[in-house]
């Protein structure tokens, strides 16, 4: 497991799995509904993400959050504000007004056009096939900028950026650590010195160990949750099954008249989530700090599973 004021967890199950790897979709462009016909064979979500990158990094230095890829993709998707903030534990308010609607004024002042959740398809792809069109020698290259002009980061920076310097010793022993079954990482420092950066390296390099992983941002999530440790247990378990890709079966694992929420958390994460994949597991749980009202900390649960409550 991981945390931020951030922790990972790497989590093993040794029993027989017949479950095959969860892997990656590649969303299709909708049927051509929102996109440029003679694009609809070629551009899908992995090239729009990829064409909304570059607009942005080449217009700003800067790459799309991860809560904008997240808006992007739901859209993409045709899901709602509020299916999406389901989706990924926020309010549909924080994600409609503080994300999306500060996405689409970016991309409508770059590109020149007015762009909204309801046609930004045709607008990245006419965007996409200008580029693709343009002589090799007159396509934008990414920005290059002297150290003096640098842009500053916004949250966490790309795993490719310049900006981030890897600390002596640190990033090998974190790398080091998470390969190991039940370890435990906790990362501390004050705002704005790269714990989420630090993060999404753990997490990519799990990845490409061919580990599961799961990432789960506390910032949004509603104080209802955040307040009540069955609430937050439960929204936990939740969401890892979403991102896994697994049906939500707490109704039929969580036995409130005998088992407290720490167990019920457990048994779901050991008898349903960990039987379910075949390979190892790392959470990252990015600003815990958000749960500091809660009198009986989650982190006492993940010091247990990190203890071995866990069948590692």
Known sequence: MAFSN????????????MVSPVVNKLYPSDGGRNVPANLESEFTWTTAKEAANLILLQATGKHLSDLEIKVLQGSWEGKTYDQIASSHGYSAEYLNKDIGNKLWSKLSDILGEKVTKKNFKEALGRA??????????????SPVYPRSELPFPEGSVALDSPLYRERSGVESLCYQTVMKPGSLIRIKAPNLMGKTSLMMRIL????HQKYQTVYLDLGGVDRTILTDLNNFLRWLCLM????????NRLN????TEILGSNDNCTAYFEEYLLAAIDCPFVLGLDDLSMLSCLSLHPLLQLHAWHGGVLKL
């Open 252 to 255: 039929e694992y969580w036995d």
């Open 204 to 207: 990519a390099h799990s990845a």
């Open 240 to 247: 890892v099954s979403r991102q896994l890709n697994l049906e």
């Open 6 to 17: 951030n922790t990972f967890n790497r989590i093993d199950d040794p029993r027989p799995q």
């Open 128 to 141: 996409w096939e200008k580029q693709q069109n343009l002589p090799a020698k007159t396509k934008a290259p």
